[in-house]
Nanobody
């Protein structure tokens, strides 16, 4: 079974930083694009940032200059470094990865989400 597990969320003051991690585990052949999404209460889930296997990145406009996505292919892990956090960044953050399991077809997998709260 393939699964994604996020960690690193929590409560932080405005202007602070957090680093989220998402590790994929299970019988994995390869992982293509990995991404972070977020969903605030009453809002739709939205893309924060994505990264290809060769580390080409893309960001939502609100994330540019403040957030950095990176990955460690040897550890099947994707990270999201978030700086200069604002109250409007409060949301549940989810990771998603396009994974090819060893004995199944490629599919998108989602983590369970980690809460990020920015408040004084």
């Amino acid at each position: 079974q393939v699964q994604l597990v996020e960690s690193g969320g929590g409560l932080v003051q405005p202007g602070g930083s957090l680093r989220l991690s998402c590790a994929a585990s299970g019988s994995i052949f390869t992982i293509y694009t990995m991404a972070w999404y977020r969903q605030a209460p009453g809002k739709q889930r939205e893309l924060v940032a994505g990264i290809t296997r060769d580390s080409t990145t893309n960001y939502a406009d609100y994330a540019k200059g403040r957030f950095t996505i990176s990955r460690d292919n040897a550890k099947n892990t994707v990270y999201l470094q978030m700086n200069s956090l604002k109250p409007e960044d409060t949301a549940v953050y989810y990771c998603k990865a396009l994974i090819v399991p060893r004995t199944a077809d490629a599919a998108d997998y989602w983590g369970q989400g980690t809460q990020v709260t920015v408040s004084s």
